[in-house]
């Protein structure tokens, strides 16, 4: 069993500190291979609480949290694999990863 704020530790200390190429798997709760905690009484997508963390609130039309890695379906957190993008752009990673293939990952640049 998990410690009250542990997953909010592991988020801060670990997640946001995390600056590696290779995929950053969540080792906390997990719904449909999504990974998710509570932040504030809200609960939600890791992923997204990344994005909104290091790029600030999505754009308008940018609302999706994009998975270059393909596997956000694994519980990848890593903020290097992670950015806004909109419905079509998330649409056709999904699709390009099903294919096989994947998308180079970038450099931060904050």
């Known amino acids: ?6 997953a ?7 997640v946001l500190k995390y600056d590696g190429e290779d995929c950053l798997i969540w080792p906390y709760s997990m719904v449909k291979g999504r990974a998710r905690m509570q ?15 290091i790029y600030g609130k ?3 039309n940018q609302p999706h949290t994009r998975h270059l890695c393909g596997k956000g379906f694994t ?6 694999h992670l950015k806004w993008g909109s419905p079509l752009e998330n649409g056709s990673d999904k699709e390009f ?3 096989g293939l994947t998308i180079p990952i970038q450099p931060l640049h904050l």
């Open 97 to 99: 990863h099903r294919a």
């Open 8 to 14: 909010r530790q592991y988020f801060e200390n670990v």
């Open 39 to 53: 932040i504030a009484g809200k609960s939600g997508n890791v992923a997204t609480f990344v994005c909104l963390r």
């Open 58 to 60: 999505a754009p308008e």
């Open 1 to 6: 069993m998990t410690k009250r704020g542990e």
């Open 75 to 80: 519980g990848c957190v890593a903020k290097r």
